[in-house]
């Protein structure tokens, strides 16, 4: 079992940075491909970024591309989103979620993400 606690959210304006953090318990992080998901209100929750093992594959949302950075430190047992360049649509609660441990794909549907953490709030002002 695998617990997940986001942290880093906030109030930022539009054009700041935030970065979340999302520490992992257990003893198998550095098996899990981990997410970054988030959901506005009255909207379906959506991919973000994810990364795998080893740093080596990540996937991010078009809309993101070039703003958000996914990084993980496996010492750590802690996976990070930067956010620079932010903006007003990209508020919304923002979940760390990890698949079962030695699956490999870099997954960007929500199914494919075993264990999710109770989410931060992320709210841009214009």
């Known amino acids: 079992q695998v617990q997940l606690v986001e942290s880093g959210g906030g109030l930022v304006q539009a054009g700041g940075s935030l970065r979340l953090s999302c520490v992992a318990s257990g003893r198998t992080f550095s098996t899990h491909v981990m997410g970054w998901f988030r959901q506005a209100p009255g909207k379906e929750r959506e991919f973000v970024a994810a990364?795998?093992?080893?740093?080596?594959?990540?996937a991010y949302v078009d809309s993101v591309k070039g703003r958000f950075t996914i990084s993980r430190d496996n010492a750590k047992s802690t996976v990070y989103l930067q956010m620079n360049s932010l903006k007003p649509e990209d508020t919304a609660v923002y979940y760390c979620?990890?698949?079962?441990?030695?699956?490999?794909?870099?997954?960007?549907?929500?199914?494919?993400?075993?264990?999710w953490g109770q989410g931060t709030q992320v709210t841009v002002s214009s």
């Open positions: 979620a990890a698949r079962s441990t030695m699956a490999r794909w870099v997954a960007v549907d929500d199914y494919d993400y075993r264990y």
């Open positions: 990364i795998g093992w080893s740093s080596g594959s990540t």
